[in-house]
């Protein structure tokens, strides 16, 4: 099936909007780390006849970086959440709603029609999904009265990495959950792949994805119609399979038994991601050498690997302060940074945001105070002295992570 199309036939019109004309619909952007979800969200802003969208950004650091790519202005409400969403608990997400309706009744902000959640990349669907769906099935507990009655679960879109999604699926659970809750399946990338790849089809990869959720629709990010993504329609859990409505029942009663001690819906990061997921952060206020910090993503990729899973940031750089660079990186492959024409807020700092797998920070850290901050002898001497320490380091790490996810199975 060629890429040039959308690869489903075109979604419904007719949805829950009929059904709850007094409710705002509420939709989860999912996909995993680097697949494009903030593209996708500015390309959707940028049509004005959304611009009554209120948008909800989770990310899984600690230093908020997202919203600084997302479309800003009348268009859009932004609300910023660092910690990962289903680790630290669904009522984030309900005092998040209650808030913006809270700002939108009261004229501090515009009034908006939808919302959507842009989940971390590392976000799990279920306990949200649960948190937007309460009360609507036999088998959970009753939501909130008032977030029953303001909004509901419309629809949940993920993104599929064509280049990196079946590395992504294969190690990481999330990548798997992401896709099973979808009720839309969006594809990114095909454009680099058949660049890469002339042959390139994608109707053996849908055929994979069908063993994962069988329902949901497909599209191309090329030709997918974006406002037919975001138009509500109805979302039931049963018509995802048998696992995800499993999983939405283990999770109301690991929330009901954190009720009993901490707050509901919340769970250790380390066991819902596994113990190798470390998320930290760089920070410095002055510019930086735009052949330096080159140099340090690419001795950093070649060290880390797949086992950098992400890395995402804005940086101001000597030659161009008041301009600041874009840089993503999703494990092996480094894009091409973007210049902003100028700095979207107040803070001129340069942020980096490290998400890896099995990684010491420390080592990381170390290495960009040699390769940035270390005058050029210095860090030819590091070089020198500490490179094998530093990779060996990475591979203790991941030695360590493999022995652990053998044992495990």
């Known amino acids: 099936m060629s890429t040039s199309a959308a690869t489903d036939q075109p979604a419904t019109k007719t949805g829950p ?46 230093v908020p970086v997202d919203h600084l790519l997302v479309r800003q202005g009348e268009t859009a409400i932004q ?53 937007l769906t309460s009360g609507t099935r036999p088998d959970s507990p009753l939501q909130d009265a008032d977030q029953r009655a303001v909004f509901y679960l419309a629809g949940v879109v993920t993104l599929f990495d064509v280049v990196a999604g079946v590395n992504s699926v294969e190690h990481h659970f999330e990548a798997v959950k992401q896709i099973a809750f979808a ?32 329902g949901a629709e497909v599209f191309d990010r090329c030709t997918a119609d974006l406002a037919t993504l975001f138009a509500p329609r109805p979302y039931a859990t049963v018509e995802r399979g048998e696992d995800v409505v499993g999983w939405l029942a283990l999770e109301s009663a690991l929330a009901q038994d954190s009720g009993h001690g901490a707050m509901p819906g919340t769970v ?62 999703v494990q092996h492959v480094l894009s091409a940074p973007v210049r902003l024409p100028a700095w979207p807020d107040a803070d001129r700092r340069t942020r980096l945001v490290f998400i890896t797998d099995g990684i010491d920070p420390e080592p990381v850290k170390e290495l960009f105070s040699a390769v940035i901050d270390s005058e050029p002898s210095s860090f030819t001497k590091f070089l020198k002295s500490a490179a094998g320490d530093f990779v060996a380091a990475f591979s203790q790490a991941f030695s360590t992570l493999s022995r652990l996810s053998r044992r495990s199975k």
Do not use: W, Y
């Open 17 to 62: 909007d009929m059904l709850f004309p007094d409710r705002i619909p509420v939709f989860l952007l999912s996909g995993f780390l680097g697949s494009g979800k903030s593209t996708l969200l500015n390309a959707f802003l940028n049509d004005p006849a959304v611009r009554d969208t209120a948008i909800i950004i989770n990310e899984f650091g600690d």
């Open 79 to 131: 609300q910023v959440s660092t910690g990962c969403l289903c680790c630290v608990g669904t009522t984030n997400l309900q005092q998040t709603l209650s808030d913006l309706k809270t700002a939108a009744d009261s004229g501090r902000t515009h009034g908006f029609s939808r919302v959507i959640v842009e989940m971390s990349g590392l976000g799990d669907p279920a306990p949200l999904v649960n948190a």
């Open 183 to 214: 009720d839309r399946i969006v594809l990114t990338k095909t454009d680099l792949a058949q660049d890469s790849n002339p042959s390139f089809d994608s109707f053996t990869l849908i055929q994979d994805l069908r063993t994962l959720n069988a």
């Open 268 to 329: 250790n990061p380390a066991a819902r991601h596994g113990t190798g997921i470390r998320t930290f952060s760089l920070v410095r206020d002055f510019p930086l050498s735009g052949d330096r910090l080159q140099r340090f993503l690419t001795l950093l990729q070649g060290s880390a690997g797949q086992r950098l899973l992400r890395v995402k940031g804005i940086v101001a750089t000597a030659d161009a302060p008041n301009e600041p660079m874009i840089i993503h990186a």
